[in-house]
């Protein structure tokens, strides 16, 4: 589908700038930065890395992935903000960097859609809703009865306080009236062994991290996070088919961002390249073998989503004590 921007199509962009950055000076049309707000060799690092080189296997410029951890992703954010904005350093943004951190107490240097230009999600990694064998309900339905029959409520795990985890189930409980309690641990894995020993109730999960669980049957899985059934796990159902659209969220989501200025024909372009990479079926197959979820929009419906996002968890955030 062909957006315009400015006075621009996409179409017209790439066949007539055969992929190379609009704006951009002739000898700086071979290379863009990507600034990483994580360490290398984690997921959303493999994630990007594997993308641009694709990108650049279609002919497009070459990418330099640059890791600039710190300030839980507020030193990237703050960089690209100040970043010459000529659609040559770009950043993979995250709801960690324009979501969650903006919406805690201390805030953030940054205005999460005034100071940017959103180019287009690139993947996210859906969560599932998983109980220990011991707990019995076998639907969501079940389990929010359950929560509303035990005396208490249910607990439920996360990887720590502010987390994606946490949230979901903050937005659960609120979503379905489930009566909850938040155990916060350091990290998933240490979560994840008291979820399946059954000291904690349920949890939002990985799929991949928990597959050798539910197969042995230490965990059931009620519902997936996911607009769609996940092909590794495709007998689960969406929150949306368990009656509960209200916490259908692909929240875990990774894209990419320019700073504020950068010309439109840029953002265009980039857009144009990065979406034909994640349609490429090898990638998307390779990706989600990873549990990495691939899948562009425009610029608009991109923005409009981190909008939502934040009109969705802002109050969350703030109400559950979460600190930066």
Known sequence: MLRRFGHRTIAPLVAAAGLAIAGAPAAAQSQVTIVVSVAAGGSSDIGVRTIAAKVEQMG?????IENRPGGGGVVATVGLKDAAPDGRTIMLSSY?????????PAGTPYDPLADFKHITPLFSFPLMLAVPSAVEAKSVAELVALAKKKQGGLSYASQGVGTAGHLLGELFGKATGAPLVHIPYRGAAPAVIDLVAGRVDMMFVGVLPSKGHIASGALRPLAVTSRTRMTEVPDVPTFVEAGHADVNSE??????????KTPDAAIANLHAMFAKAVADPDLRQRLAGQGIHVGATSPVEFTARIKADAAKFGPIIKASGAKK
């Not at 960690?96 to 805690?104: E, F, K, L, Q």
């Not at 929240?251 to 504020?260: E, K, Q, S």
């Open 251 to 260: 929240f875990v989501w990774f894209g990419l961002t320019a700073p504020g």
């Open 60 to 64: 497009g410029p070459k990418f330099v």
């Open 96 to 104: 960690a960097t324009h979501v969650i951190n903006p919406a805690m």
